[in-house]
């Protein structure tokens, strides 16, 4: 670990850095796609939506304006909402577990949205949840996981990161039994198709419809976690030190436990199954700037958001005839940045 | 300020760990409390700090009955040092003795100048200032403690429990560690494996055996050869330095 560590006035400037990135990358973002329009187009259609005004009125409508405003823009704007939830959930996780190799997709809540997910779909549930039964249900099946992993580690007693990897393990694999269950019994090509693409991970279905409620959602969620990040601080030290400290954490472990699997099942639904974001990025966030989460909270949230969105414009571009599913692009980033700190960590990495 | 526990009781499965134990401390004074392992000193002190709750008795902080506080408030009464202070997370020096601070704040308050404050003056009298930038994991197990009872000074509390602080620490930092407490002139109840810390530093000592208090006393007063050999089996001689301090020697089994 490093052992300079930037300063409050150093800590404040970092931020605002990232968040004129974040913007930044927003609106160089928009730029980049398979359709061929031009950068001075995109934003005559942008500015032309929000103003209002018809100044250019060739782009109030018709498919240049499509593609921007009710294709691209969205969608942008659901990678940074999806990338900061999913991070931020992540540190959340990493302290309620108090296991520098948890993220929400280890504990098995993903997988439980995916069940859940999987179960809208098939057994035909939208009759009976109305439009968003897949965000219902998602966010059911990752509440119930969640809770099915804190309850099986044992929260409060003996906890052990082995426990806590196994019973994540245990969770996430029942929960992918039942759904693979579900598709093999439905026999349902559509219903197949549809759920395959979606555990790929994309960003593709973004609208207008399920976007901002994603964007307020994630933002909230980040702004509960950094009043909190005093509480988040002390479940690193532990329950036992947390109380001679002044605090309780059984409670408010299990609200967090609540409100990040409520974000993450809102992130599977819009964007299915993307792991190791919220892995990566806190760590990375960690090792430069520090553990303490007044800082760590709001530094991941912005950089999972430009991280999420540069991601989706490699997946965007990277293939000349197709687009690649994002789960598949940062798992495969992903994946090897997990063996490196789990090597890293078993030769201590600033850890005894 | 006075900690009084009385008739504590207290088991874990069928197994009586303690069995009616009755101690109290009055302000500024050093108690110490020692006895065999098992003896059910650290669970003793888990109760009054709350890790554990005892099935019967009470524990009073001055008037205050201990289970009618919340964490919160008995964090501004007393802070505690335990023995074992390991974490998976690497924070810095500074952010764990700001932590100490966690009880005077409620949820949406912000870490102030006065905090910042405290927390140079406490690493100041645990003589760990030049330490305040380093990452908590790179210190050595002396240091280590030092920053943990730097994190409870700066609770501010009248009163400090320690828990078998000194275990795994070697001689200097045994004796450094207790000195810096001493010398706060705070109201402390210590676990002490080593009777001769225990007698160097303590106003008064109880001797705990199974879960019952045995024992009570100054410690030129208590810790005589025949009740050292009523409470761990061994055989000593006791003799005095030319400070006049006491040291326990261990003659055999």
Sequence with gaps: ?352 | MNITAQNIRRSFGAHEILKGVDISSRPGEFVGLIGPNGSGKSTLLKCIYRILKPDAGQIFLDQCDLSRLTVRESARKMGVVAQHNQYNFDFTVKDIVLMGRAPHKKPLDRDNAADYAIVRKSLEKTGMSAFADRSFSTLSGGEQQRVILARALAQQTPCLILDEPTNHLDITHQIQLMKIVKELKLSVIAAIHDLNIAAMFCDRIYGIKGGKIVGEGTPENLLTPEFIREVYGVETEIVHDRHGQMHILFTGL
């Design chain 1, 1 to 352: 670990m490093k052992e300079k560590r930037l300063k409050a006035p150093g800590f404040t400037v970092v931020l605002i850095n990232l968040a004129s990135g974040l913007v930044l990358s927003i609106l160089v973002s928009v730029t980049f796609g398979n359709a061929d329009i031009s950068i001075k187009n995109v934003y005559q259609v942008i500015i032309c939506q929000i103003s209002g005004r018809q100044w250019f009125t060739e782009f109030s409508s018709g498919a240049v304006h499509d593609v921007v405003w009710l294709i691209r823009l969205p969608r942008v704007l659901m990678a940074a909402a999806v990338g900061m939830g999913l991070s931020v959930c992540g540190c959340v996780m990493q302290a309620v577990v108090k296991n520098p190799l948890a993220d929400p997709y280890v504990l098995g809540v993903s997988s439980g949205a995916y069940l859940g997910a999987s179960a809208a779909v098939i057994l035909g549930l939208g009759a009976v949840l109305g439009s968003n039964s897949m965000g219902i249900m998602a966010f059911a099946g990752a509440i119930l996981a969640s809770f099915a992993v804190m309850a099986i580690s044992g929260i409060g007693g003996f906890q052990s990161a082995a426990r806590l990897v196994l019973s994540g393990m245990a969770i996430s694999t029942i929960c992918s039994a039942f759904a693979n269950f579900l598709i093999y019994i439905a026999n349902d090509r559509d219903a197949i198709t549809q759920i395959s693409y979606w555990s790929m991970g994309s960003l593709a279905p973004s609208d207008w419809d399920n976007m901002p409620v994603t964007l307020i959602i994630m933002i909230l969620g980040t702004a509960i976690f950094w009043t909190q990040y005093r509480n988040l601080d002390l479940m690193l030290l532990g329950d036992e030190t947390a109380v001679t400290l002044g605090t309780d954490l059984r409670r408010s472990r299990i609200a967090y436990m609540l409100l990040t699997a409520f974000m993450v099942g809102f992130a599977v639904c819009c964007a299915g199954m993307i792991g190791f974001v919220g892995l990566i990025i806190p760590h990375a966030m960690r090792m430069v700037f520090g553990t303490g989460h007044k800082h760590l909270i709001p530094l991941c949230a912005l950089t999972g958001g430009i991280f999420l969105i540069w991601a989706d414009v490699a997946c965007r571009i990277i293939l000349d005839y197709a687009e690649l599913p994002i789960g598949i692009l940062i798992s495969l980033i992903g994946a090897p940045c997990f063996i490196y700190l789990m090597i890293r960590s078993a030769f201590g990495g600033g850890r005894k």
